[in-house]
Antibody, heavy 120, light 107 residues
Framework: DVQLLESGGGLVQPGGSLRLSCAAS????????MGWVRQAPGKGLEWVSA????????YYTDSVRGRFTISRDTSTDTLYLQMNNLRAEDTAIYYC?????????????WGQGTLVTVSS | EIVMTQSPATLSVSPGETATLSCRAS???????IAWYQQKPGQAPRLLMY???TRATDIPGRFSGSGSGTEFTLTISSLQSEDFAVYYC?????????FGQGTRVEI
């Protein structure tokens, strides 16, 4: 069975940094695009970032470009999201998602999410 | 950037009835790049439909999807108690693969 297990969320002050991790299992990690979707409290879903199956292409929503970096370690089947210069509006549950073989596929599996709270 | 708009925001139905949810794209996404997700309180979203009309694994037959171009529909027949949730449409034609704002299906 596919499993995605996020970690690394928490409370951080504005301007601070966090690194989210997503441990994947149950599928060929290096063959699939992966991504992060967030959901602010009481709000809808928003794509944050994605990484192509080859690992050669990265995608970011405009509001995080230049502050967030997506990466992966295929030796440990782990997806990361390095978040720098955090803002209050980045407060959300961050979900790790598995896509198909590229970013033009739906998210067929989701992790349980990790909460990031940016507040002083 | 393609914008997805869902209607209505809230749909009040009774168990056993049929719910029809609408989703409109700001430009054509053909009939292949539309997904629907279900989200229950405190849970992660779950993929229901992809390619507009294909049910995901283990999704019951009372869920059906249709549409093409810019207009899409999710139909839930014979609503069960476990179907009361928020439903999101999403296009995945290109980046960013935007979601609609959601439709809450409630009793």
């Amino acid at each position: 069975d596919v499993q995605l297990l996020e970690s690394g969320g928490g409370l951080v002050q504005p301007g601070g940094s966090l690194r989210l991790s997503c441990a994947a299992s149950g599928f060929t990690f290096s063959s699939h695009a992966m991504g992060w979707v967030r959901q602010a409290p009481g709000k809808g879903l928003e794509w944050v970032s994605a990484l192509s199956g080859s690992g050669g292409f990265t995608y970011y929503t405009d509001s995080v470009r230049g502050r967030f970096t997506i990466s992966r370690d295929t030796s440990t089947d782990t997806l990361y999201l390095q978040m720098n210069n955090l803002r209050a509006e980045d407060t959300a549950i961050y979900y790790c998602t598995k896509l198909g073989y590229g970013v033009n596929y739906p998210s067929d599996h989701w992790g349980q999410g990790t909460l990031v709270t940016v507040s002083s | 950037e393609i914008v997805m708009t869902q209607s209505p925001a809230t749909l009040s139905v009774s168990p056993g009835e049929t719910a029809t949810l609408s989703c409109r794209a700001s430009e054509s996404v053909s009939s292949y790049y539309i997904a629907w997700y279900q989200q229950k309180p405190g849970q992660a979203p779950r993929l229901l439909m992809y390619d507009a009309s294909t049910r995901a694994t283990d999704i019951p037959g009372r869920f059906s999807g249709s549409g093409s171009g810019t207009e899409f529909t999710l139909t839930i027949s014979s609503l069960q108690s476990e179907d009361f949730a928020v439903y999101y449409c999403q296009h995945y034609k290109n980046w960013p693969p935007a979601f609609g704002q959601g439709t809450r299906v409630e009793i």
